[in-house]
Each structure stands twice: as C-alpha cells, then as structure tokens.
C-alpha cells in the first residue's frame, strides 16, 4: 500500500542538476504562479487534515486513513499516486525565476532540498513547512558565462543537518559538512580543484556511497571526492580515476591528480550523457557506477578504501540497433537520454524518433560486457525531440531496483514496469501549463510501493509513488467496462483530485482516440456520476453531515462533465448522455436544497413538518426496500435514493389529496390542511427551482441542444403536481383573505377591460374569485383603515404561527411555482413536437389555457411585475398586452414602446389584435412610428383577407389615406362595399371610393388600366346599390305607414304576398319561401348579393306600378321603373357584377332570368291568337305586346347588351343542369339561422324535404318552359329578336344576317309544323 514518510526507513541523499527542458521559457510564469501558489495557501493546503484514500495490502480495496502529517494527496489511482509534500520557498522561487539555468536536488534522508545557479544556493527543510529556514550558499568560481554548478546533498555532521557539495564547471569543489547548525555558517567549508583540461567541463555529480562521491565532466573523464579523512573527520580529497587496472591505476591516478594531469580517456569527442549509482558489490565499500556516452556504456567499481576498477566499455549504439529497430519496426537513428540501475541489470533510455524505448542488459559477470535482455516500449511519446544532455533531457529513475521505473520529462511524470514484472503497467502524470520538473530522485525503500521525490518549478516538492500489485477484476465486470476503465481512471482522477485547481498543481488529461462517439468514454463518464450520484463512489467519503456531503457530491457530479469540457471531449458523448450526466447533477443539487429546507422544518412539530420524512419511508416501502428501513429513512434516502428524487415528487402528488382528506376530519384539520399544502409547494419549488436552474446555468457546458431527449423533469405527473400547486396555493391565498373578498372583487373586475371573451362566448373569469395580497387583515374587527394596512409590515412573522405571514409566503410561492409550471409544460411540449407526437397539442392546448389565468392571478395579488417578467420570459404576447392595460395603466405608453423594440412585429401584431378585439378604432389607428404603419398595413391586409366582413376591413382604408396610399385606399373601400351587408354602408364606402380615386388621379396623372377598370367597377356597383334601395322603397310603398315595431318577418310575407300570384304561391311554394326571406334581409336592410337580387327581381309575378310621391331626386319614378324593367335590369345587374362571380354562379343566374322571361308570358294563348288565318298585323300586335318582347328591346337598344353573350334561346334556359348547385349551394342560407348572410357560418346540408321541394319548384318552371316551346316560343322567339333589330339603328354584330337568317329558318319551320 502506499505508506506515508513517517513510517519510512535510513533514506540515502540525493542530488543532480536541474530538469525541465522549458525552464527558460517559464521564467515570465514564475510571477503569476508565486501568486496563484503562494508559499502560505501551500502552508495551509499542507497543514489541513483531509481524508485520502489508500490501498489495503490483502484485497487492494481502497480505505479511508488520515493523510500523513505534511502530505497532501494530489492524485490517487488503482496503482499510482501522488503527494504534495512540501513547498518551494520564496526565496528558493525567486532564484529559479531570476536566472535561465538552475540545479535542483532533494534529501529523501534529510528531507532537504536545493536551488542552485551560477552564484547562489538555497538550502531548506521541506519537512518544516512554512517555517522553514532558507540557507543562502556561495557557489564556487564558475568563470564568466558557466552554468548552474552541479550539487550534491549529503548527510550532515550532526543530527537534523545536511551538508552540501558544490561543484563549478572549471572544476571548483566546495563542501559544507554542516548548514544549519555551523559554527561558522556559509563560510565555513573545504575547498578543492580538480585539474581539467582547458576544454573540459563538470557536468554531473552523483553520491556513490556514505562519503563517496563521483563527478564526470563533459569528455567523460571521471573523479572521486572522499569528504572523510583516514581519521574519519570531515574533509574533501579529490582524484581522478584511472582506466588501468588493479593498485597501479589507483596510483597513477593520484600521481596525475598532484602533477595537474588527468588520468584515462578524457579528451574523446564522445560526450558524456549521464551518470547513475548501481549496486553494492562484494568488496567492502565499493559501489559501481555507470557511465554513459553518446555511443558506449562503462561501468566502474569505486570505493574510498580500495582502488578504482574500470570493469567494461562497451558499445551501446552498435549493441541496441538491430533490436530497437526490430521492435519499433524504424531505422531512425538512436539518442541516449539516461541511465539507470536496476538490481543487477543495467537499464538505458533510448529514443528513436518520437518513440521511447527502456533497454534492459545484464552482464553474465562483473566484469564481462552486458546483453540485451529486454526492451520496453513506453506508450507516451515526446511532443518534441528531446536532448541528450543537458537540463531539459528526460531522467530515469528505479527505486529500490525496481520493478517500477519512472521516468521524467519536462512536464510529464511517467510510471511503467520493468520486464521483470511481467506486466504492461504505465501511468503518465502531467503538470499543469508552466510548471516543469526540475530534479527527479529515488526513494529506496523495500516497500510494497515505489516512489521517487520530484523537485518542480512551481509545485515545489511531490512524491509519486507506484505498486506493482494487479488490481483484481470483479467477475461481474463485462468487457465495455473493462474496456474503459483506464478513461474511468482518468476521469475519477480529474474529478476527485483535479476539480479543485486552485491546490493541485497537477494537469489531469482525459483522452480519446475515437474520431466520432466514444462509447467506452461515455460508459465510464456515466458510471463515475452515477456512483457519485447513488453515494456508491469509492472516493466520496460517508459523512453524518448530510449537508456536506451532498454539497461534496453535488461538487464531484458537476466536475464530471467539466473535466470533460476542459480537455475537449464534450462531443465525444451523445446528446442523452450529456443530459443523463446534466441531470445526475441537477438531482444532487435538488437535494441538496431539499436537505436543508428539512433541516429548517425539523425545529418545528406538526404533520407538515414531517411531510418529507413521511414521503421517505413511504418510498423505501413502495420500491421494494424493506431490508434499508432504519430508524431515520429520510437521511436514508439522501444517502442512496437522491437518484429518485423525482419519484419523491410523483408520490408525493399521488398521495397529497388523501392526507388533505384524512387532515380535514382532524380537530385542527383546516389549519393542518393548510400547513401541508403550503408545504407541499415548498418541497416542489425545493427540488424543481435549483434542479432548472443548474441546467440553464450550465447549458453551455453540456451542450445538449435541440431538441433534448426527456427529462426527469418532465414526467406528466410532475407537470399535473405543479398545476395543483399553483391551484392549492392561490385557493389557500383566497381561503386567508376570504374578510375582503367582496370588495376585491368588485375593485378588480372593475379594472378588467370590456370584450375579453373566452371561446364560449362567456365573460372570462380570471379575476372570479381574485383577492388582493396589497392591503390585507384577517380580523373582521379591525377598523377599516387599520384593515388596510401595508402586508409588508408583517415580514417578520413565523407563516407557521401567523396567518398574515403565511398569506405573505404563500403569494411569494405562487411566481416561482408558476415559472417552473411554465418551463416544464415548454420543455415538455417541444420534445413532444419533435417527436411528431400528437399529445403536443393537447399539451399546448392545456398550456395556452393555464398560462394567462396564473399570469393575471398575479396582478390582484400585488405580484404585477412578476407577471410582466413570466410573460417577457415566456412570450405571452397577448396576456403581455393585458398586463399593460390592467396591472400598470399610467405607464401604458411607454411598456408598448419597450416591448415593440424588444418582440418587433409579433408585439406590434399582438396589440393590433387586442385594439381590434375591443373596437379601439381610434387606438389602432392612431399611430406615431413609420415601421408601425407598416405593421399595421399588414395586419389589416391579413384581417381582410381572412374576414373581408369584419370591422377593419372597412376601416383599414382609412390608415391607407393617413399614408397617402390612395390607390389602395380605393381598392379596399371598393371591396368593403361589395361585401357590405347594409345597403346603406355598401353606397358610403363606394362613394368614399370614388373620392380616393379622384384622389389618386391627382397624384397620377397617368392611369393603368386597371385602374380605370376598377373605377368603372365602382360606378357598377353603385348602381347596384340604387337598385336595392329602389326595391326597398317600392316595398315600402307597397305596404303603406307600417309601425316602427312591426315584425321583420311579417312585413316580409305581406310584401311577398301583394307581388305574387296564388297559382305561384301554390306551384312553387318552395321559391315563394326563398323569396320572403330575400325580402326580410332587404327590410332590414341587408346588401343582398346579385344572384339574390336577382331572385328578387325575377320570382315575383305580379309586380306593378305604384303610386309614389316623387321627392327631389324622383326616386318614387324610378322605383317604378325598376319594377316595369325588372327583367331586363336582372340581365344588366348581371352584366355589370359577372367580374366578381363565379362562372356557374353567372350561367345559372343568366339561365334564371331567361327562364322566368319566357315563363312570364301566355305562349298557348299567343298561340291560339296568331294560329290559323290571322293577318302579319295581328302577329305583329301579339309579339309586340310580349313581355319577351319589351325585355329584348331594352337590352338590345337600351342597355347595349352584346349578343349572344347575354342571350339564351328558349331551349338553354332549362334548370336541370343548375340543380345540384341550387340546391346544394345557393339557397342554403336562405334555409339556415337568422344571420344568412354571415359568410363565417359553416352551413349545414339542406334536410331531404327542403331539397325535393326545391327541386319540384325548379322542375315545375322547366315544365312550363317545355310547353312554351311546345307552343313554338323558338319561333316567336326568333320573330321578336327580329322585331327589335329591324328597329335599332345600330347591329349589335357584324354578322346579323347570319345570325337572323338561323332565326328565319328556325321559325318558318315551326309554322310549318304548326
């Protein structure tokens, strides 16, 4: 298991030059990061007693110990971990910040570190915390340009000290055999030279042993400093060692040392690389060290007692080659970075490209050359190359032999196995942007563990350690899970340990190499916050505080998907993935609030207070879980169930309505009753408020978008519940101010504006049982003016022992529960729509009904801005409008200028709307703004085209001459008279047409023709409209003084009964009925249609002249014209409407008129008159005398009426091809409710009695036509036209003789046959 330091064993000193290849370019961060990580924010981290985890050494489950004094957990995994163990002075900061190269090392024995440049060295105790003691060195003389000297960090003279051995580059060795407790502090040490050669450098320095140390410069010579003398007192010899073999070599290498020489191959061009420490060998005090080059690998025994002995130089480069190459399957050149002992073996860390290998020799004995033995190939690669030499090259470090090696870069920490282990085990542990690794040592201890000392930048001191234990799969893992448990790793990692960036200078990566969707990433994302969410997390420790430990998991949840987020993974995961995790997280924060709204409620007693404790054990019971029942199921609940905290909400709705029952025969059940509802809505807005409010805060992080799959907020019975809150809670509002109902009442409908209706043609009924939270009192006592007082005054009242205080919270209840009543039925509505789901419109159709009732029930409960800012959020256009008009009257004008800024057109249309639904002509067409004449333009153009009966239509031209747009201000008054249903309105808006036409002749001095042909079409229409009101006056007339109170109905039936015949009456009773009702729509002076005009003109058989007193404008004449050329107007009213009928409506009205032309005369009789021998003069006077006759003279001479256009021959003239469209269609209204003329009306089918009466009456008039023509009407037909063409002047064809020529023949053989 991973042990804390105090347990540890005798650790050996440790030194070395600076690692971290961005040292130079990090000397800016240094600044920032003496901020961010202050050397007291360590001090405190350091100094705080958490709770870690570790590893038992039986089953490898992890435990909760307490953290060893001094050591802070930074990261723990199923095999690695790491320490925070102490801080980086800021004296020790400000050195490394003020020059580009350093050396750095560290004390595993002393627990000392250093900081060294060219000039200075820092020493301090980093076992000591903030209070530790910085020691300033003087370094040795380097020469002008040198570099950091190398440093070593030996064991002191005396107890709790340290000593230290510095080496320049020139060879300048000093040595403090004691720092903290000296006599004569910096300034006393030993001093010596080693004799270099001119181009010669020190460059590495490494312990050999107690009192042992060797340095190997540049050229890869090598030297021995002893810092005891033969009396065992502290003193520094140096020599160089000697390649020869046996005693000679070690004399030779004094000699050389004393003449000023140095000894073996130093001046190669091969460079040196590094120097490592191996094992004991079986000479007393000796230690073998490795040396290693460019291109060869040396090893060397050295003791203080005994002579040097180089024991074999062999060629690495030429040795690795083939089996790097082979197992990389790359020919790239090799670089040597390191060298490391392991146990016997020899290990050496190569690169070839951007891979990294970890080779592996053994040597069959000491003093034999080494073979490869094995090769490791390390997972993580350089993201640049990586040098030889030097600060920045990477370090291998073995603890203890192995068999974990690490391996240290500039930012990243790697932990793999050796080949021994038999394992493909590797960890990478990264800093954060900034920070480098400066010194790396090993810690070698023979424990379960290995772990090493890491010197950094900016994280001062960490220990990393690493077993080689396997952790065991449970066999109910299945492959998916396996299969992502390192990316598991990795994100429990970056939650539990890097979440709090401000303490951990470590950089928790998540990775994937998916290039779409990572299922494994997504199942482990999931399985982490689940585990946090269920309480299941190994890393999440029980607490009794379940305050806390809902907030440390509700932290830990959020972390998930924003460790995510920060390495760019997000859209690695599905969208109902990332809403699982978003809802994880909202479910935690639910109940977390719920938590503490209990804890608030468990000071008071009553069964509202026990409301949610009930609700817990009522849900352990219902799903099953009898076996968790304790004695406190709600902390149970918190600790387990917070997954279902949503079914809390469901069953507490479910079983809400029989505990009101069961409280409600209780001695104090009306009080009780309340207290529960009130807390009932309290525990819903609990858990819905912060749930929706997490979402929408963090939204962006998640990135769900449109269109979310379902939410846990979602489920129909939660949506139900919020209704019945919101209903409960303004019942409980009216129940509390039930003392001024009345009044309130009266005051509020009094505000509520005429003609808001509801689809039933009811008064809305938003403010029927309204009351008023403004002034308020309960007392029925109570003076009136003390009634009256501000409910504010009560704001420090318990509602759970005032009355006044719980009206107070109640209404406070009723904004929030409505917003979240609004959000969910929104959220729940779209999904439904993008799913094509038919529910969606019920929903919405519930939605639409619910919304504006709580929205207005806010404005009498004195929350009128909390309406306006619901219907802003929920864009409630319409209930908006209201709110202005009712809630805020005096500041009308200026809310509907703000909000037409805001919601533009569908605002402007809105209110147009509202204006139009209550007759405020003057209000809507009163406008101010250009862009709002625009708008307004268009809504009066769609209400037209959707109504062209209603209101604006006929006053939308008057917003077209406030614009100047005289055109369409004609066009539109032209068509609000044609579709006018008083006659009296039909002419005013034909006449004010004329006058826009005039108007726009004026400004266009250039008229289309269409235009022109719309002018003529006005000028038609009115005489249309003559012609009604001269039918009206005739009726009038006919009739005689009438009382003002006589029946519509009845006035109708006389005039149809005074223009009738009775054989009409009796053989068509069916038209005889059409034609009454025709004429009660012209008594009540309804603009009839031309085709029922028409009817009126043409079914009548008894019309004649009246006497009527002529006025000025000689109407009575022309209502008697009107009745002497009924049937020839009909023709030219038809002429004149044809542009706006239909092309059937037209060929049956034609069909119609002729009909009843030829029907209007006695054919037999004429007949039997001109049959036989009978003069030309008497068929002459016969034909003259027709009706036929008089009808085509006036429309061929005087009404100019083109022929054959508006002609029929006896034999087209037949109804039987018009009868499906007459019955069906034209005379249904006639048949149907009062308003006949209503165009909106859905009419019914005509009943079967009604449709064959019809028809009989239309067959019956075909069937006198047939005996007319029997009678030879084609002939007299054809004699008449030719009577009337011989007396007009002017043909109305070219081709008239043809056309009479075709008559002529056609009746002479009808004489024939006569």
């Excluded at 100094?47 to 039986?58: A, H, L, P, R």
Aim: aromatic share 6%.
């Amino acid at each position: 298991m991973f042990t804390s330091p105090s347990v540890r064993t005798r650790r050996r000193v440790v030194g070395g030059r600076a690692l971290g290849g961005e040292q130079q370019n990090s000397q800016r961060q240094s600044q920032e990061y003496s901020q961010e990580y202050s050397q007291e924010a360590l001090s405190e981290a350091s100094q705080e007693q958490t709770s870690v985890i570790s590893y038992n050494d039986d089953d490898m489950e992890l435990a909760q110990e307490p953290a060893s004094e001094g050591e802070h957990t930074l990261l723990r995994g199923d095999r690695h971990a790491v320490f925070e163990v102490g801080a980086m002075p800021s004296a020790a900061r400000q050195l490394v910040a003020s020059s580009d190269e350093v050396s750095c090392g560290v004390s595993d024995e002393a627990r000392f570190a250093f900081v060294a440049t060219a000039s200075t060295c820092v020493v301090w105790s980093f076992a000591a915390g903030s209070s530790a003691a910085v020691h300033r060195l003087a370094m040795p003389d380097a020469g002008e340009g040198a570099g950091a000297p190398s440093v070593a960090l030996v064991a002191g003279v005396g107890a709790g000290d340290v000593g230290v051995v510095a080496v320049s580059g020139l060879g300048h060795v000093r040595y403090w055999d004691r720092v903290v407790f000296g006599l004569g502090g910096a300034s006393q040490f030993h001093s010596t030279a080693l004799a270099l050669s001119p181009t010669d450098r020190c460059e590495q320095i490494v312990e050999a042993s107690a009192g042992l140390l060797v340095v190997a410069t540049r050229s890869g010579a090598i030297y021995q400093l002893t810092l005891l003398t033969a009396q065992g007192a502290a003193g520094l010899d140096a020599r160089a060692l000697s390649r020869t073999a046996g005693s000679r070599g070690g004399v030779l290498s004094r000699m050389a040392s004393l003449l000023g020489g140095t000894a073996g191959e130093g001046g190669s061009d091969d460079q040196l690389v590094s120097v490592a420490r191996g094992s004991r060998t079986e000479i007393r005090h000796s230690r073998e060290v490795y040396t290693l080059t460019r291109s060869r690998l040396a090893k060397w025994v050295v003791s203080s007692a005994h002579p040097e002995r180089l024991a074999y130089s062999a060629d690495l480069r030429q040795m690795l080659a083939d089996s790097v190459a082979q197992a990389l399957r790359s020919d790239a050149e090799l670089h040597f970075h390191d060298v490391a002992a392991a146990g016997s073996d020899v290990c050496v860390l190569v690169s070839a490209g951007p891979s990294l290998v970890v080779a592996t020799l053994r040597a069959a004995h000491v003093a034999s050359e080494p073979s490869v033995t094995g090769l490791t190939l390390l997972r993580y690669t350089a993201p640049h190359s990586l040098p030889q030499s030097g600060g920045g090259r990477p370090r291998l470090v073995i603890p203890a032999g192995g068999p974990i090696m690490f391996v240290a870069f500039d930012q990243t920490v790697v932990a793999a196995a050796l080949p021994a282990l038999g394992s493909s085990f590797e960890e990478a542990v990264k800093l954060r942007y900034g920070d480098c690794v400066l010194a790396a040592t090993a810690i070698d201890d023979q424990q379960a563990e290995s772990c090493i000392l890491l010197a950094c930048r900016r994280a001062g001191i960490l220990r990393m350690a690493a077993t080689a234990r396997q952790v065991p799969d449970s066999g109910m893992v299945d492959a998916d899970t396996r299969i992502g448990r390192p990316q598991q790793e990795q994100i429990e990692q970056a939650v539990f340990f890097g979440s709090d960036a401000a303490r951990n200078p470590l950089a928790f990566a998540i990775t994937s190499d998916a290039s779409g969707l990572d299922a494994p990433l997504q199942a482990a994302a999931l399985r982490v916050s689940h585990a946090i969410l269920d309480g299941s997390s190994r890393f999440v420790a029980d607490r009794l505080d379940i305050g806390a430990l809902l907030r440390e998991r509700l932290r830990r949840a959020h972390a998930v998907a924003q460790a995510l987020a920060d390495n760019g993974l997000t859209d690695k995961l599905s969208p109902a993935a990332r809403a699982q995790l978003c809802a994880n997280v909202e479910k935690l924060a639910a109940a977390q609030s719920l938590w503490d709204l209990q804890n608030a409620a468990w000071a008071r007693a009553g069964p509202a207070m026990q409301l949610l404790a009930n609700l817990a054990a009522a849900f352990l019971e219902t799903s099953g879980q009898q076996q968790q029942q304790s004695k406190d199921p709600l902390r149970l609940f918190f600790r387990l169930h917070c997954a279902a905290i949503g079914d809390l909400l469901v069953l507490m709705h479910r079983r809400l309505p029989a505990l009101t029952r069961a409280l409600a025969v209780s001695p104090s059940g009306v009080k009780d009753g309340q207290m529960v509802s009130y807390e009932a809505s309290r525990i819903a807005a609990a858990v819905l408020q912060p749930a929706l409010a997490y979402r929408f805060q963090n939204a962006r992080l998640y990135a769900v978008g449109d269109p979310a799959p379902e939410r846990w907020t979602e489920h129909p019975a939660i949506a139900d519940m919020l209704v019945d809150r919101l209903e409960a809670s303004y019942n409980l509002c009216r129940d509390l101010s039930a003392h001024h109902f009345q009044a309130l009442y009266e005051r509020i409908t009094a505000t509520a504006l005429p003609g808001d209706e509801r689809p039933d043609h009811h008064a809305l009924g938003v403010f029927d049982d309204a009351v008023s939270v403004s002034h308020v009192s309960l007392s029925p006592d109570e003076e009136e003016e003390d009634a009256l007082r501000p409910l504010a005054s009560a704001a420090d009242d318990d509602p759970y022992a005032s009355p006044l205080a719980l009206l107070r919270e109640t209404i406070d209840q009723i904004g929030p529960l409505a917003n979240l009543c609004f959000r969910v039925f929104v959220d729940r509505i779209a999904r439904l729509a993008a799913a094509s789901s038919a529910a969606s419109d019920d929903l919405a159709q519930r939605y639409d009904a619910l919304r504006p009732r709580y929205l207005l029930c806010l404005v009498p409960l004195g929350r009128a801005p909390v309406a306006f800012r619901l219907a802003e959020e929920y864009r409630d256009l319409p209930t908006l409008v209201t709110l202005v008009f009712v809630a805020d009257p005096t500041n009308a004008a200026a809310h509907l200028r703000r909000y037409v800024e805001r919601f533009s057109k569908d605002f402007a249309d809105t209110l147009l709307a509202f204006y139009e639904r209550r007759a405020a002509w003057a209000s809507l067409l009163h406008t101010q703004d250009e862009k709002f004449d625009v708008w307004l333009k268009d809504y009066i153009d769609l209400r037209s085209a959707e109504d062209p009966r209603a209101p604006l239509s006929k006053l939308g031209w008057i917003h077209d001459v406030k614009v100047a747009d005289f055109s369409a201000a004609a066009v539109r008054l032209v068509r609000a008279g044609l579709v006018a249903e008083e006659v009296s309105d039909a002419q005013t808006m034909l006449s004010l047409s004329k006058l826009a036409f005039i108007a726009y002749e004026s400004q266009e001095p250039e008229v289309d023709d269409s235009m022109a042909e719309t002018r003529l079409r006005i000028d038609k229409a009115l005489e249309l409209c003559q012609v009604r009101a001269g039918l009206l006056r005739y009726f009038a007339a006919l009739l005689g003084p009438t009382d003002s109170n006589t029946d519509d109905r009845k006035a109708a039936y006389d005039v149809a009964l005074y223009t009738t015949t009775p054989e009409l009456r009796h053989s068509r009773p069916a038209l005889y009925i059409v034609f009454s009702e025709l004429v009660r729509h012209m008594w009540n002076r309804r603009a009839l249609p031309v085709e029922d005009l028409i009817d009126v003109l043409t079914i009548p058989d008894s019309l004649h002249t009246l006497d009527i007193a002529a006025d000025a404008d000689d109407q009575g004449d022309f209502s008697n014209s009107i009745v002497r050329d009924r049937f020839s107007l009909a023709v030219d009213l038809l002429c004149c409407a044809c542009f706006s009928l239909p092309e059937q409506t037209r060929e049956s009205a034609l069909r119609s008129i002729w009909r009843r032309v030829f029907l209007s005369d006695n054919w037999p009789e004429i007949h039997r008159n001109t049959t036989g021998n009978v003069p030309d003069c008497v068929l002459r006077s016969e034909l003259l005398n027709t009706t036929l006759y008089r009808v085509l003279y006036s429309c061929w001479t005087t009404r100019k009426l083109a022929h054959p256009d508006w002609y029929l021959l006896p034999a087209d003239a037949f109804s039987s091809s018009d009868l499906d469209y007459l019955v069906s269609t034209r005379l249904m209204p006639q048949f149907g409710p009062e308003s006949a003329n209503n165009s909106s009306i859905q009419w019914k089918p005509l009943s079967t009695t009604t449709a064959l009466a019809l028809t009989n009456d239309y067959t019956d008039e075909d069937k006198h036509l047939q005996a007319a023509i029997d009678c030879g009407l084609d002939g007299y037909y054809s004699e008449i036209l030719r009577l009337v063409a011989e007396q007009d002047s002017t043909p109305r064809l070219d081709d008239d003789d043809e056309v009479f020529a075709s008559n002529d023949d056609e009746s002479d053989d009808q004489m024939d046959t006569d």
